[in-house]
C-alpha cells in the first residue's frame, strides 16, 4: 500500500462470498468519536485486491471506524488511533447478505432475493443487490449466501 498523505484512512476490506470484480464495489466509512458519528465517507472505491484510500477531517486522536459496503453487513473497528497522517491498517472482513441494505439479514432480504431469482444482468427483474456472489445471476449459490448469514446482524 502506498505512503499515507495528510489525513487519510486506509486498509483492506475482505468481501466474504464475493466473486466479482472487487474494484466496482465501494464501502462507506463512519468515524465515530465519543458515541457519536462526527464523519461519514461515502463511496469509498475498493481497489482489484480490497486495498481503500480515503481522505477524512478529523483531528489527530482515537476514534472507531465503522465500514459498511452495500449489501455486507456493518463491521466495528475500535481503538483506530488516527495521527498526523491518519491511520493505516483499518482492515475488515465484511459479511455478505443484506440484500435490503437495513444492516441485517433476515426474511427481507429472503423475500428481495426471490423476486429477483433465475435473473442475469439485463433481465427486468435482476436486482444487482440479490446478486450477492457478483456473478451477474441471481441463483441457487446466492441463495446458500443468504442463507449462510441468516439471522446476522452488523455493528
Known amino acids: 500500500m502506498r505512503q499515507l498523505d495528510a489525513r487519510q484512512l486506509a486498509g483492506r476490506i475482505t468481501l466474504s462470498d464475493w466473486l466479482g470484480d472487487t474494484s466496482t464495489k465501494t464501502v462507506t466509512l463512519e468515524v465515530e468519536s465519543g458515541g457519536s458519528i462526527v ?17 477524512h477531517t ?8 465503522y465500514i459498511k459496503g452495500d449489501t455486507f453487513l456493518r463491521k466495528l473497528i475500535t481503538g483506530v ?3 498526523a497522517l491518519g491511520a493505516a491498517g483499518i482492515n475488515a472482513t465484511l459479511i455478505n447478505g443484506d440484500v435490503s441494505g437495513n444492516n441485517e439479514v433476515g426474511p427481507e432480504d429472503f423475500s428481495l432475493l426471490s423476486l429477483a431469482f433465475g435473473s442475469f ?9 440479490a446478486d450477492l456472489n457478483g456473478d ?10 443468504l442463507a449462510g448469514s441468516f439471522g446476522q446482524f452488523g455493528d
Do not use: H, K, R
Not at 464523519?39 to 481522505?55: D, K
Not at 478529523?58 to 471506524?65: C, E, H, L, S, T
Not at 444482468?121 to 443487490?129: F, S, V
Open 81 to 83: 488511533t488516527f495521527d
Open 136 to 145: 451477474l445471476e441471481v441463483g441457487p449459490a446466492d441463495f446458500s449466501i
Open 39 to 55: 464523519e461519514t465517507i461515502s463511496g469509498v472505491p475498493l481497489t482489484a485486491i480490497g486495498t481503500y484510500v480515503a481522505n
Open 121 to 129: 444482468q439485463g433481465d427486468p427483474n435482476y436486482n444487482a443487490a
Open 58 to 65: 478529523q483531528a489527530a486522536g482515537g476514534y472507531n471506524v
